[in-house]
């Protein structure tokens, strides 16, 4: 596609609860990041991906969210147990060298009940 | 770490009138600093990249300034129109891309 694609756009699930999250990249992309947006706030940085390998974990608060990019492509982002404090906007985001301008998609909306 | 703070955290103007949006930050090692507008719903749009070497980058009605030194830039809005609502977000950004954004500038031009 033309641009940076996320589904679902709206996630509502309840307490406890296993989701995933999917970003298809621009094509030929080859960084891949997730962001979190709270209601209020600028995106928080949580992984970045360079090719399927990620390459800064360092954003994703704990053990519970995961993330993996097996083929350099599609990416999934995948949140166990959820808490209702997991509710925000997730956010995708691809670039490629030189430009390292990165597009962003719609985002996720993921709603914890 | 890097922290990016954003002043106004909202604005509201008159069509016509020009502003300036303001970005402080306190690590003043980055490799650039992006300007995006954030519509409701949707996601963000680059509007303007300045290199770290770089003082300014202009498009259309908008002119981006970096301070690198004083870890500061401003965002500003010539001849603001109704289309120019949105939130406005400031980023700068580490080596290889990570991007650490202040918490943004809601802005409303009204006609």
């Known amino acids: 596609g033309a641009g940076v694609s996320q589904t679902p756009s709206n996630k509502v699930t309840e307490k406890g609860k296993y989701v995933e999250l999917r970003c298809d990249p621009i094509s030929g992309h080859t960084a891949l990041y997730w962001y979190r947006q709270s209601l209020g706030q600028g995106p928080e940085f949580l992984i970045y991906f360079q090719g399927t390998g990620a390459a800064d974990d360092s954003g994703l608060p704990n053990d519970r969210f995961f993330a993996v990019r097996p083929e350099g492509s599609v990416s999934t982002l995948k949140i166990q147990r959820t808490e209702r404090g997991d509710s925000a906007v997730y956010l995708c985001?691809?670039?490629?060298?030189?430009?390292?301008?990165?597009?962003f998609g719609a985002g996720t909306r993921l709603s914890v009940l | 770490k890097q922290e990016v703070t954003q002043i106004p955290a909202a604005l509201s103007v008159p069509e016509g009138e020009n502003l300036v949006l303001n970005c402080s930050f306190t690590d003043s090692a980055i490799y650039n600093l992006q300007w995006f507008r954030q519509d409701p719903g949707k996601g963000l749009t680059s509007l303007l990249l300045?290199?770290?070497?770089?003082r300014e980058q202009t498009s259309g009605r908008l002119n981006a300034s970096l301070d690198k030194s004083s870890g500061r830039s401003t965002l500003y809005i010539a001849a603001s129109q109704p289309g120019d609502s949105a939130t406005y977000l400031c980023?700068?950004?580490?080596?290889?891309?990570?991007?650490?954004f202040g918490q943004g500038t809601i802005l409303t031009v009204h006609p």
């Open positions: 300045i290199q770290s070497s770089q």
């Open positions: 980023a700068v950004t580490a080596s290889y891309g990570k991007l650490t």
């Open positions: 985001a691809s670039s490629s060298e030189p430009e390292n301008i990165q597009y």
